[in-house]
């Protein structure tokens, strides 16, 4: 939307010099980390105050055998959830504000958060007012994969139309490979893989990514399903989801931008990716609002995000990973959740198979730490750093091609 103010503006001759700010990737990032997080902090108290009038709060103990996790959540009883509402309507208005709205990635990033957030905010509602365990799992999966597969059509369209537009004009010779692309910078010139259909592999040169065509929309399925799980999984201390959240999506702002110049990619070996600016500001976006969240969420938290807004935060970072042709990149920037995720697929395996046994005192994991006698603040503060950690190395790894 600031984009479009400085254009509309320049065509009456109205130019204001520090609106030419708003051309700028970074300035329209830090602008719109900025705004998620003052209105965070003007919506949230808001919004616990209407939570609590509803008596949408932790429900308490779930007497499910696990005695210690029993006891921490009927400490908690009563405190408001689906906070993820205040995140999820923060993200969706700060990236309009400061994405480019002409950009059809911005609707999908935004489309995609949405749905996932609906599949949480009926679970949320079902466990609340049913005294459930949530949404029945065949509706849940039902709903989240229809979501994923719309995202994964809309993203094969836009990528398939951005490429034709580039490959189709002046900067593309007739005997150029097909999906690859040169674009001058000053006296330099610049020839990269455009990131079409396809999947690219870590350590590996760009020029063995794999063309995926269709089967683009099932991958997209799968790894938007998979992030959204692995977040709700993370979802289960003050501060735990939403501080793996904010680094997680302070990694692919990075990587987002670096990917989106050609010169970049270009050094790097790494597909291009046309557009991918506006991913970045997003990322920007759902870290102020993370960032936001947290002063409300950190120990003792006066408000839970819910499923609401760890499917919605899951999602939309799957869907980032996939614009970004970084996917494989989540197994680091998103340790924690595939941790988290792991640990529980890998209790459930153990429990059926052989006959009852458990390789965790408690699962997801940081379940496990709690019943060693870890404190939840200790917990919470050493899976930061671990995924602080891992991020770096994500980041690092984008050279070693």
């Not at 999820?88 to 700060?94: F, K, M, R, S």
């Not at 609707?107 to 949320?124: R, T």
């Not at 197994?331 to 640990?343: D, K, M, P, R």
Request: glycine share 10%; hydrophobic share 55%.
């Amino acid at each position: 939307m600031m984009t479009l103010l400085q254009e509309f503006l320049a065509t009456f001759g109205l130019e204001w010099g520090p609106l030419r700010l708003f051309e700028y990737v970074s300035t329209r990032a830090v602008g719109a980390a900025f705004t998620a997080f003052i209105l965070m902090m003007l919506v949230m108290p808001r919004l616990i105050r209407w939570l609590k009038l509803k008596k949408f709060g932790e429900t308490g103990a779930k007497g499910d055998g696990a005695v210690v996790v029993d006891a921490m959540r009927e400490g908690k009883k009563g405190t408001p959830t689906m906070g993820g509402l205040g995140l999820v309507g923060v993200i969706c208005l700060t990236a309009i504000l400061w994405c480019d709205p002409t950009s059809m990635r911005t609707w999908l990033l935004i489309f995609g958060l949405l749905s996932f957030a609906y599949v949480g905010y009926l679970d949320d509602r079902t466990k609340i007012f049913k005294g459930a365990k949530g949404t029945p799992l065949f509706v849940k999966l039902g709903i989240q994969l229809s979501a994923a597969g719309i995202c994964g059509l809309g993203l094969y369209l836009i990528n398939q139309s951005i490429a034709e537009q580039l490959l189709t004009g002046a900067h593309h010779p007739a005997d150029f490979p097909i999906d690859w692309y040169k674009k001058s910078l000053g006296d330099d010139s610049f020839i990269v893989r455009l990131g079409v259909h396809h999947l690219s592999f870590p350590f590996i040169p760009v020029e063995y990514a794999l063309n995926l065509g269709l089967w683009t929309v099932l991958w997209v399925v799968f790894v938007t399903s998979a992030c959204a799980n692995g977040v709700n999984f993370t979802d289960g201390m003050d501060g735990l989801a939403g501080g793996t959240m904010l680094i997680a999506a302070l990694a692919f702002m990075v990587i987002a931008y670096l990917t989106s110049r050609v010169d970049t990619a270009d050094y790097l070996k790494v597909l291009y990716i046309s557009g991918g600016q506006e991913v970045a500001i997003f990322c920007a976006a759902m870290a102020g609002a993370c960032l936001g969240f947290l002063w409300f969420n950190c120990a003792p938290a006066e408000v839970f995000m819910g499923d609401t807004g760890s499917q919605a935060l899951g999602g939309a970072l799957g869907l980032v990973a996939l614009s970004t042709k970084q996917e494989f990149l989540i197994i680091l920037v998103g340790f924690i959740f595939v941790l988290e995720a792991s640990s529980v697929a890998i209790q459930i395996i153990s429990f059926r198979l052989f006959g009852g046994r458990r390789v965790f005192l408690c699962a997801p994991i940081h379940h496990h730490f709690q019943y060693k006698g870890w404190p939840e603040s200790k917990i919470v503060l050493r899976f930061w750093i671990i995924a602080a950690l891992f991020a770096l190395v994500a980041l690092a790894t984008l050279k070693v091609r």
